[in-house]
């Protein structure tokens, strides 16, 4: 008969409790649930509907009680006898004669040889222990491997040494490693507006600020600002269509891309523009309009670079929206990379496609492992 391993993932010590032969569970009046799952969610049907309406949030794994009983009697046989590791205050006792103990002894008995326990009460007190630890158990029988809590644990006594137990764990999964399940980053699109708005509106105030004591000097740089402000306007009519859903955002962006390019050149154009124009200037001007036209120029350079480099930045975090559909969320088990790769993308060499998408730095992953396949592209 399979063994039953029950064991600590988390915390400092790893406790473990392998139950086998008359220790396992009784199973003749009622069979355990294990490995059952429940579907979050409701079903509705509206009046005068013949079809109901789903929705559903998730899955969950079903709880699982277990019950049996512990003998003394049958723990002096090694293939009945539960293992204990990890759990403080148990040591070494010599086997004494059953009809030798006493209540006392019972309660300071410790564990034979290899950790195996010799009473009922050093069970009890092992899995008591487990449930006060507060940490993530892995239950382990045959094939069968769930992670999860003891939720309770319930000893029904006959004497010191025959006890009926009750055992009920709740599960949080096959798995301890939560899939990481990449997302999307989605368009903001009215943060994005406001952010495109106010640095144009900085361009513009140093831009008109040039205009009170340096006239000819704006009406040099007139052409580039006004290449950079109708670019501004495509961008901003384009997230404005966005905005009120009148365009998705799927088609809107490689469209968008473009925009933010156009704006970032003909930031950087006006930049160039103020510098070159500087030798041309001739309008004469006295000591405090030349401070303020110097002052104005050096602030309109400063935000078009500002606003030029803000947009290659908004570029780039655009060119990310761009992942891939997710095909399949698959663990690992005995596979390796190059089989799910054969599976999903007819060529073993694609391996290193998903090692790249999912973070993996090697090839050699723990059968645990939740690899996401994304689609070719």
């Given at each position: ?13 790893l ?5 086998r032969?008359q ?25 005068g509907?013949t ?11 079903q709880?699982t ?5 512990w ?21 070494a ?22 950790g195996?326990a ?36 319930t000893?029904?006594w006959?004497?010191l ?14 798995s ?6 990449k997302t ?19 361009v513009?105030?140093?831009f ?6 340096a006239?000819l ?24 269509k ?7 955002p799927?088609?809107?962006l ?10 970032k050149l003909?930031?950087?154009d ?23 036209a110097d ?7 400063r935000?078009a ?13 655009l060119?990310?929206l ?18 799910i790769?054969t ?15 999912n ?16 689609a070719k592209?």
């Open positions: 008969m399979l063994e039953i391993v029950i064991e600590e993932v988390t915390g400092p010590l406790r473990k409790i392998i139950l032969g220790s396992l569970p009784e199973t003749k009046d009622e069979r355990p649930v294990l490995g059952g799952t429940t579907a979050r969610g409701k079903v509705n049907t509206p009046p509907n079809q109901a309406d789903i929705a559903l949030s998730s899955a969950v794994w709880g009680t277990l019950q049996g009983r003998s003394d009697r049958f723990m002096w046989d090694d293939r009945n006898a539960p293992t204990l590791f990890g759990f403080d205050g148990i040591g006792l010599p086997r004494l004669p059953q009809n030798t103990r006493n209540a006392s002894t019972a309660a300071s008995a410790a564990t034979g040889f290899g195996r010799q009473t009922s009460l050093q069970v009890v007190q092992a899995f008591q222990t487990l449930c006060r630890g507060l940490q993530t158990l892995r239950f382990t029988w045959g094939p069968l491997s769930y992670y999860g809590i003891l939720r309770e644990f000893p029904r006959k004497t040494e025959d006890v009926l137990w009750e055992a009920r764990f709740e599960w949080t999964g096959d301890i490693v939560p899939p990481k399940i999307p980053k989605r368009i903001e699109a009215a943060g994005l507006l406001s952010f495109i708005k106010g640095l144009f509106d900085a513009a105030s140093a008109q600020l040039l205009g009170l004591p006239r000097y704006q009406q040099i740089l007139k052409g580039s600002f006004d290449a950079l402000a109708a670019a501004v306007a495509s961008m901003l009519e384009s997230l404005q966005l905005v009120i859903g009148a365009m998705s799927t088609n809107l490689d469209d968008l891309r473009a925009a933010l390019l156009r704006i003909a930031a950087q006006l930049a160039r523009a103020v510098t070159a124009a500087v030798p041309q200037f001739k309008e004469p001007l006295g000591p405090r309009d030349s401070a303020d002052y104005a120029l050096l602030g309109l350079s935000e670079e500002r606003m030029a480099g803000a947009m290659a930045e908004r570029e780039r975090e060119a990310a761009a992942v891939p559909e997710i095909l399949a969320a698959v663990v690992l088990g005995t596979r390796d990379l190059r089989d790769s599976d999903y993308y007819g060529d073993p060499a694609d391996w290193i496609r998903l090692m790249q998408y973070g993996f730095t090697s090839s050699n992953l723990p059968p645990e492992t939740i690899v996401l396949v994304p592209t």
